[in-house]
Nanobody
Framework: VQLQASGGGLVQPGGSLRLSCAAS????????LGWFRQAPGKEREFVAT????????RYDNSVKGRFTISRDNAKNTAYLQMNSLEPEDTGVYYC?????????????WGQGTQVTVSS
């Protein structure tokens, strides 16, 4: 499975961005996909996850109500709609995928896309 993350950029506080994560290769084996982020000098942290077939979602409290994770099965692509962005949302955003819906360990990772929230 190969993952390609895109859609990052520079946005002002309060703005929006939509990230995409396109899966290729054995994309049919993906059972769960997650978005994570890493701010400078900090560890990678969980943002949101979606169970691929059921569409069940889960969010970190820091983004709940502002971010929405979704997927398009036909396009093998997941999205992260980010609204009301804050400077604290700045970081490199990664998508990860696993073939085990119960696993907290992700087997495949995209290359990351930079999100910068600044005025």
């Amino acid at each position: 499975v190969q993952l390609q993350a895109s859609g990052g950029g520079l946005v002002q506080p309060g703005g929006s961005l939509r990230l995409s994560c396109a899966a290729s290769g054995r994309a049919f084996s993906i059972k769960k996909l997650g978005w994570f982020r890493q701010a400078p000098g900090k560890e990678r942290e969980f943002v949101a996850t979606i169970v691929w077939n059921a569409g069940t979602t889960r969010y970190d409290n820091s983004v709940k109500g502002r971010f929405t994770i979704s997927r398009d099965n036909a396009k093998n692509t997941a999205y992260l709609q980010m609204n009301s962005l804050e400077p604290e949302d700045t970081g490199v955003y990664y998508c990860g995928a696993t073939g085990d819906v119960w696993s907290q360990s992700y087997d495949y990772w995209g290359q990351g896309t930079q999100v910068t929230v600044s005025s």
